[in-house]
């Protein structure tokens, strides 16, 4: 099968199947026509870049309801967006985020480039994301490449070399095939074939429109197909966090502005290391001289390292900390409430 069969195929696969997506046009609709908003197309690819579809998309209508337009949310506050993040991962990117819509608002009067080098110069927004708006939003023929895609290639090609030292060719494979007729159905109908078809167990391959051409099928395995090289385990760090009630509340620290969750509020706590604290470091942590009380450990999964935070409880005062609500708890990054429903005796706190 020839490239433009292959594309004809696919295309013609992804206009029957596409997946119903708040930020995308009807799949076929011509070039320039009923074009989906670029503000949304951005904060989806943005989203999905750390999470699934499913996790991602009330976190996106919530943005839409608060923030309806990139203006919108450019003249929000750091904290409001941070916590309305919260539960996506990599702060970093909602800092990216602001950024990236202030400099849209105030250097492009709210409107986005409409260029794949044009996005590139947006801060935070890298290769993927501005190709992917590019062609999404604006029908420029740019190499889109996420890890459906990769995923797609390597089984279509059978590339032998493991990940992520595969990436360059198979980026090179991706570009070779761009549709310049319909780049943005053709970049969502590779997303689409990864995500729901060439999974990464259990491949429907009698589904693919794909097949015919699809070495790794040919070869018998195809699920072998991202080769990957072999994993290096995670550091593991240690840590106390404190867990201060009063009536109805927890004590809170917002956290420095750069670094792991930088903005974000959590619990007061010891620094996170690979040997843990020793006692004098745990009472110089503490918000307050109260007795402490054990109320068991928590187990979080960063992606360059794993760490087990002890959890103390108290109640009482404590000078220089907010407070949050305990009915806010879900305002808290993911370990932060693992530890605050740990020491209330809340479900979750595993």
């Known amino acids: 099968m020839d490239a433009e069969g292959l594309q004809d195929r696919i295309l013609e696969w992804y206009r029957a199947n596409a997946r119903a997506l708040p930020?995308?046009?009807?799949p076929g609709a011509p070039a320039g026509t009923a074009a989906p908003d670029p503000y949304r197309v951005w904060l989806s690819e943005v989203m999905l870049q750390q999470t699934t579809v499913v996790h991602a998309a009330p976190y996106y209508e919530t943005f839409l309801r608060r923030w309806p337009t990139v203006t919108a949310l450019a003249d929000a506050g750091d904290p409001e967006v941070m916590a309305a993040w919260a539960g996506l991962g990599y702060y970093a990117r909602a800092r990216n985020l602001l950024a990236c819509a202030r400099a849209v608002r105030d250097r492009f009067d709210g409107r986005f480039p409409d260029t794949e080098a044009g996005l590139l110069g947006l801060p935070g927004v890298g290769p993927y994301t501005a190709a992917a708006v590019a062609a999404i939003a604006f029908d420029r023929a740019a190499n889109v490449v996420d890890g459906n895609v990769e995923r797609v290639m390597s089984r279509l090609?059978?590339?032998?070399?493991?990940l992520p030292a595969a990436r360059p060719r198979l980026r090179e494979l991706a570009a070779g095939l761009v549709h310049a007729g319909a780049p943005?159905?053709?970049a969502q109908a590779l997303m689409d074939l990864g995500a729901t078809v060439c999974r990464p167990r259990s491949p429907r391959c009698d589904l693919c429109p794909a097949a015919g051409a699809c070495a790794a099928l040919a070869a018998g395995t195809p699920e072998t197909w991202p080769r990957k090289a072999a994993r290096v385990a995670r550091p593991e760090r240690s840590g106390v966090a404190f867990v201060l009630r009063q009536a109805g509340r927890i004590a809170v620290v917002r956290r420095p502005p750069r670094g792991l969750l930088g903005g974000m509020l959590g619990l007061p706590g010891t620094p996170w290391t690979a040997t843990g604290p020793d006692p004098g470091q745990v009472a110089a942590a503490a918000p307050a001289d109260l007795p402490w009380r054990e109320a068991g450990s928590v187990d979080h999964v960063f992606t360059h390292f794993r760490l087990?935070?002890?959890?103390?409880?108290?109640?009482?005062?404590?000078?220089?900390?907010?407070w949050l609500e305990e009915?806010?708890?879900?305002?808290?990054?993911?370990v932060f409430l693992k530890a605050a429903r740990r020491a209330l005796g809340m479900s979750g706190g595993e």
């Open 308 to 322: 087990t935070l002890k959890v103390l409880s108290a109640e009482g005062a404590a000078p220089g900390v907010e």
């Open 184 to 186: 943005g159905d053709w």
């Open 157 to 162: 090609f059978a590339v032998e070399t493991p």
């Open 327 to 334: 009915t806010s708890l879900g305002d808290l990054p993911s």
């Open 23 to 26: 930020w995308r046009r009807p």
